[in-house]
């Protein structure tokens, strides 16, 4: 597994070289910005967060008795504040999923990420023993590959193309992905034919994360 820093022009859109001859490209897509926005980088709930604040001082400032016009201008501060602040989440969103490229070729996986530094890590099936998918509304979805315990990638030069909480044995995810139960199957099946292993299916369990064994499940199990 290798990941290089890209160059100014791609050989290839999303790849950081050309593949051989003898592979092709099965998807190539990028994270959906809204759903980025609203799971990774939690705008609702900033969103949220400033509107109790608002609300806590108006109410608080009318108890003391203050003017209208004072309560109003205050709540205003707050206001423009919060807007602000999900505004700029918003946007980084918006800039990651534009500079994303996940790239699923017959041998592997290659996301090339960054906003400032862009980074394309190459990850080969023979490097994957299994995967987490976990469907989102409007059949987006995230899906997280697992390493074998030699591989690691830190999670800091991931992030947010990382699943949360996995910081001794970071997990590449592909976040937000579109029409991700049809990719979650490519990726499947791409794997069982590459690593010439069975693709093991897992039924979901309900569970905050499905046992997989070790084993590439097809289609990758819901959890």
């Known amino acids: 597994m290798a990941h290089a820093r890209e160059h100014e022009f791609e050989p290839v859109h ?9 592979e ?17 980088f939690h705008v609702r709930k900033v969103a949220l967060y400033f509107a109790a604040l ?9 108890d003391d008795g203050a003017a209208l016009a004072t ?6 501060w707050l206001v423009a504040l919060g807007a602000l602040a999900t ?7 918006w800039l990651s999923a534009r500079a994303t490229v996940y790239t699923l070729t017959e041998r592997r996986v290659v996301m090339r990420i960054g906003i400032v530094l862009t980074l394309s890590f190459n ?14 509304p409007g059949d987006r979805g995230d899906i997280a590959l697992r390493l074998t315990t030699r591989d690691r990638i ?8 990382a699943r949360p909480w996995r910081l001794a044995h970071p997990e590449p995810m592909l976040r937000a ?3 991700a139960e049809m990719v979650a199957r490519l990726l499947s099946e791409a794997w069982a034919r590459s690593t010439g292993r069975e693709a093991t299916p897992v039924a979901a369990s309900g569970a905050a994360e499905a046992p997989f064994g070790g084993r590439m499940p097809s289609p990758i199990a819901a959890r």
């Open 154 to 161: 830190a999670w800091l030069h991931l992030w947010p193309h």
């Open 54 to 62: 608002v609300a806590l001082r108006v109410l608080l400032m009318l």
């Open 71 to 76: 309560v109003a201008i205050s709540a205003l």
């Open 177 to 179: 992905v579109p029409q």
């Open 87 to 93: 505004g700029l989440l918003a946007c980084l969103a």
């Open 24 to 40: 092709r490209i099965l998807w190539q897509g990028s994270p959906d910005w809204r759903a980025l926005a609203l799971r990774v």
């Open 14 to 22: 999303g790849l950081p070289e050309r593949l051989p001859g003898s």
């Open 123 to 136: 990850i080969p099936f023979s490097r994957v023993v299994a995967a987490d998918f976990r469907p989102q």
